[in-house]
T-cell receptor
Framework: DQQVKQNSPSLSVQEGRISILNCDYT??????FLWYKKYPAEGPTFLIS?????DKNEDGRFTVFLNKSAKHLSLHIVPSQPGDSAVYFC??????????FGTGTRLTIIP | DTGVSQNPRHKITKRGQNVTFRCDPI?????LYWYRQTLGQGPEFLTY????????KSRLLSDRFSAERPKGSFSTLEIQRTEQGDSAMYLC???FGQGGTEAFFGQGTRLTVV
Protein backbone atom coordinates (compact mmCIF):
# COMPACT_ATOMS: atom_id res chain seq x y z
CA ASP A 1 0.00 0.00 0.00
CA GLN A 2 1.65 3.20 -1.21
CA GLN A 3 0.82 5.77 1.47
CA VAL A 4 2.69 8.57 -0.29
CA LYS A 5 2.22 8.89 -4.02
CA GLN A 6 3.97 10.92 -6.63
CA ASN A 7 2.02 10.21 -9.76
CA SER A 8 4.28 12.03 -12.20
CA PRO A 9 7.49 10.06 -12.76
CA SER A 10 8.99 12.90 -14.75
CA LEU A 11 8.55 16.59 -15.50
CA SER A 12 10.32 18.92 -17.94
CA VAL A 13 10.28 22.68 -17.42
CA GLN A 14 11.88 25.55 -19.28
CA GLU A 15 14.59 27.42 -17.39
CA GLY A 16 13.16 30.47 -15.64
CA ARG A 17 9.63 29.09 -15.49
CA ILE A 18 7.85 27.60 -12.48
CA SER A 19 8.23 23.91 -11.64
CA ILE A 20 5.33 22.34 -9.73
CA LEU A 21 5.79 18.90 -8.22
CA ASN A 22 2.83 17.14 -6.67
CA CYS A 23 2.38 14.59 -3.92
CA ASP A 24 -0.68 12.84 -2.46
CA TYR A 25 -0.94 10.89 0.76
CA THR A 26 -3.51 8.57 2.22
CA UNK A 27 -2.57 8.29 5.90
CA UNK A 28 -4.43 10.93 7.92
CA UNK A 29 -1.97 10.41 10.79
CA UNK A 30 0.80 12.12 8.83
CA UNK A 31 1.50 15.53 10.34
CA UNK A 32 4.87 16.53 8.93
CA PHE A 33 5.89 16.64 5.32
CA LEU A 34 9.23 17.09 3.65
CA TRP A 35 10.74 17.40 0.20
CA TYR A 36 14.12 15.96 -0.66
CA LYS A 37 16.23 16.36 -3.79
CA LYS A 38 18.45 13.56 -5.01
CA TYR A 39 21.27 13.47 -7.54
CA PRO A 40 22.48 10.12 -8.93
CA ALA A 41 24.75 8.13 -6.61
CA GLU A 42 24.15 10.53 -3.72
CA GLY A 43 21.90 10.50 -0.70
CA PRO A 44 18.75 12.66 -0.58
CA THR A 45 19.28 16.32 0.35
CA PHE A 46 16.67 18.02 2.52
CA LEU A 47 14.96 20.94 0.77
CA ILE A 48 11.95 22.19 2.71
CA SER A 49 9.34 20.95 5.15
CA UNK A 50 5.90 21.85 6.43
CA UNK A 51 3.93 21.00 9.52
CA UNK A 52 0.26 20.13 9.31
CA UNK A 53 -0.62 23.26 11.28
CA UNK A 54 0.47 25.35 8.31
CA ASP A 55 -0.68 25.48 4.71
CA LYS A 56 2.37 27.16 3.21
CA ASN A 57 6.08 27.38 3.86
CA GLU A 58 8.54 29.36 1.79
CA ASP A 59 12.32 29.28 1.55
CA GLY A 60 13.89 31.29 -1.22
CA ARG A 61 12.87 29.86 -4.57
CA PHE A 62 11.09 26.92 -2.92
CA THR A 63 7.53 26.98 -1.58
CA VAL A 64 5.59 24.02 -0.24
CA PHE A 65 1.79 24.10 -0.10
CA LEU A 66 -0.28 21.71 2.01
CA ASN A 67 -3.97 20.99 1.45
CA LYS A 68 -4.98 18.75 4.34
CA SER A 69 -8.54 18.23 3.26
CA ALA A 70 -7.35 16.93 -0.10
CA LYS A 71 -4.33 15.15 1.43
CA HIS A 72 -2.19 16.86 -1.16
CA LEU A 73 1.01 18.83 -1.12
CA SER A 74 3.01 20.52 -3.80
CA LEU A 75 6.47 21.98 -4.22
CA HIS A 76 6.87 25.11 -6.32
CA ILE A 77 10.27 26.13 -7.61
CA VAL A 78 10.49 29.55 -9.17
CA PRO A 79 12.41 30.50 -11.17
CA SER A 80 13.65 27.05 -12.21
CA GLN A 81 17.38 26.73 -12.80
CA PRO A 82 19.44 24.03 -14.57
CA GLY A 83 20.91 22.95 -11.23
CA ASP A 84 17.40 22.02 -10.10
CA SER A 85 17.46 19.01 -12.43
CA ALA A 86 17.27 16.00 -10.09
CA VAL A 87 14.84 13.50 -8.63
CA TYR A 88 12.51 15.00 -6.02
CA PHE A 89 11.02 12.89 -3.26
CA CYS A 90 8.07 13.78 -1.11
CA UNK A 91 8.14 12.28 2.40
CA UNK A 92 5.77 12.23 5.36
CA UNK A 93 5.88 11.31 9.02
CA UNK A 94 3.33 11.12 11.78
CA UNK A 95 3.54 10.23 15.44
CA UNK A 96 6.73 8.26 15.08
CA UNK A 97 10.03 9.13 13.58
CA UNK A 98 10.19 7.20 10.34
CA UNK A 99 9.70 8.86 6.99
CA UNK A 100 7.48 7.36 4.31
CA PHE A 101 8.66 8.35 0.86
CA GLY A 102 6.99 8.60 -2.51
CA THR A 103 8.56 7.07 -5.60
CA GLY A 104 10.00 10.36 -6.81
CA THR A 105 9.61 12.74 -9.75
CA ARG A 106 12.51 13.34 -12.12
CA LEU A 107 12.67 17.06 -12.88
CA THR A 108 14.54 18.21 -15.97
CA ILE A 109 15.15 21.90 -16.50
CA ILE A 110 15.57 22.76 -20.16
CA PRO A 111 18.02 25.63 -20.80
CA ASP B 1 32.72 17.95 6.60
CA THR B 2 30.24 17.61 9.45
CA GLY B 3 27.50 15.79 7.55
CA VAL B 4 26.42 12.16 7.81
CA SER B 5 29.21 9.85 6.69
CA GLN B 6 28.76 6.32 5.36
CA ASN B 7 31.38 3.69 4.61
CA PRO B 8 32.03 2.03 2.32
CA ARG B 9 30.46 3.89 -0.60
CA HIS B 10 30.34 0.73 -2.69
CA LYS B 11 30.42 -2.94 -1.80
CA ILE B 12 30.37 -5.94 -4.12
CA THR B 13 29.97 -9.28 -2.44
CA LYS B 14 29.25 -12.85 -3.36
CA ARG B 15 25.92 -14.35 -2.41
CA GLY B 16 26.08 -15.95 1.00
CA GLN B 17 28.76 -13.64 2.39
CA ASN B 18 28.25 -11.29 5.32
CA VAL B 19 28.64 -7.53 4.93
CA THR B 20 28.78 -4.66 7.41
CA PHE B 21 28.18 -0.99 6.76
CA ARG B 22 29.03 1.91 9.00
CA CYS B 23 27.29 5.24 9.53
CA ASP B 24 28.64 8.23 11.43
CA PRO B 25 25.79 10.69 12.10
CA ILE B 26 26.01 14.43 12.64
CA UNK B 27 27.59 14.65 16.07
CA UNK B 28 24.81 16.37 18.01
CA UNK B 29 22.03 14.26 16.50
CA UNK B 30 20.41 11.78 18.85
CA UNK B 31 18.36 9.91 16.25
CA LEU B 32 19.78 7.67 13.56
CA TYR B 33 17.87 5.91 10.79
CA TRP B 34 18.59 3.26 8.19
CA TYR B 35 16.74 3.17 4.88
CA ARG B 36 17.05 1.06 1.76
CA GLN B 37 16.45 2.28 -1.76
CA THR B 38 16.05 0.17 -4.89
CA LEU B 39 15.86 1.37 -8.47
CA GLY B 40 12.76 3.41 -9.23
CA GLN B 41 11.60 3.50 -5.63
CA GLY B 42 11.83 5.95 -2.80
CA PRO B 43 13.84 5.11 0.31
CA GLU B 44 12.15 2.51 2.53
CA PHE B 45 12.49 2.64 6.30
CA LEU B 46 14.43 -0.19 7.94
CA THR B 47 15.09 0.84 11.54
CA TYR B 48 15.91 3.75 13.81
CA UNK B 49 17.72 4.50 17.05
CA UNK B 50 17.30 7.15 19.67
CA UNK B 51 20.71 7.35 21.25
CA UNK B 52 21.72 3.70 21.70
CA UNK B 53 18.19 2.29 21.86
CA UNK B 54 16.72 0.67 18.76
CA UNK B 55 13.12 1.88 18.87
CA UNK B 56 11.53 0.50 15.72
CA LYS B 57 12.29 -2.11 13.09
CA SER B 58 10.50 -2.54 9.79
CA ARG B 59 9.20 -5.91 8.69
CA LEU B 60 11.64 -5.44 5.81
CA LEU B 61 14.41 -6.08 8.31
CA SER B 62 14.61 -9.86 8.20
CA ASP B 63 16.51 -11.97 10.72
CA ARG B 64 19.56 -11.71 8.48
CA PHE B 65 19.76 -7.98 9.17
CA SER B 66 21.02 -6.52 12.42
CA ALA B 67 21.79 -2.96 13.37
CA GLU B 68 23.60 -1.56 16.36
CA ARG B 69 24.43 1.83 17.73
CA PRO B 70 26.81 1.32 20.65
CA LYS B 71 27.15 4.32 22.95
CA GLY B 72 24.69 6.27 20.81
CA SER B 73 27.34 7.39 18.35
CA PHE B 74 28.08 5.58 15.07
CA SER B 75 25.91 2.74 13.84
CA THR B 76 26.55 -0.47 11.94
CA LEU B 77 24.19 -2.44 9.72
CA GLU B 78 25.12 -6.06 9.12
CA ILE B 79 23.58 -8.36 6.55
CA GLN B 80 24.31 -12.05 6.99
CA ARG B 81 24.14 -14.63 4.21
CA THR B 82 23.51 -12.00 1.56
CA GLU B 83 21.05 -12.69 -1.24
CA GLN B 84 20.77 -11.06 -4.66
CA GLY B 85 17.60 -9.34 -3.50
CA ASP B 86 19.66 -7.44 -0.94
CA SER B 87 21.30 -5.44 -3.74
CA ALA B 88 20.29 -1.83 -3.09
CA MET B 89 21.47 1.53 -1.85
CA TYR B 90 21.58 1.59 1.95
CA LEU B 91 21.05 5.06 3.34
CA CYS B 92 21.72 6.36 6.81
CA UNK B 93 20.16 9.55 8.17
CA UNK B 94 20.27 11.44 11.44
CA UNK B 95 18.17 14.07 13.16
CA PHE B 96 17.98 15.96 16.43
CA GLY B 97 15.04 16.10 18.77
CA GLN B 98 11.77 14.31 18.40
CA GLY B 99 8.92 14.53 15.96
CA GLY B 100 8.67 16.86 13.01
CA THR B 101 12.32 17.40 12.39
CA GLU B 102 14.36 17.07 9.27
CA ALA B 103 16.49 14.00 8.75
CA PHE B 104 19.82 14.52 7.00
CA PHE B 105 21.10 11.72 4.82
CA GLY B 106 24.52 10.36 4.08
CA GLN B 107 25.66 9.51 0.58
CA GLY B 108 24.71 5.88 0.96
CA THR B 109 26.39 2.51 0.48
CA ARG B 110 25.68 0.79 -2.81
CA LEU B 111 25.56 -2.98 -2.25
CA THR B 112 25.78 -5.37 -5.18
CA VAL B 113 25.36 -9.08 -4.48
CA VAL B 114 26.65 -11.29 -7.28
Amino acid sequence: DQQVKQNSPSLSVQEGRISILNCDYTNSMFDYFLWYKKYPAEGPTFLISISSIKDKNEDGRFTVFLNKSAKHLSLHIVPSQPGDSAVYFCAASGGNEKLTFGTGTRLTIIP
Amino acid sequence: DTGVSQNPRHKITKRGQNVTFRCDPISEHNRLYWYRQTLGQGPEFLTYFQNEAQLEKSRLLSDRFSAERPKGSFSTLEIQRTEQGDSAMYLCASSFGQGGTEAFFGQGTRLTVV
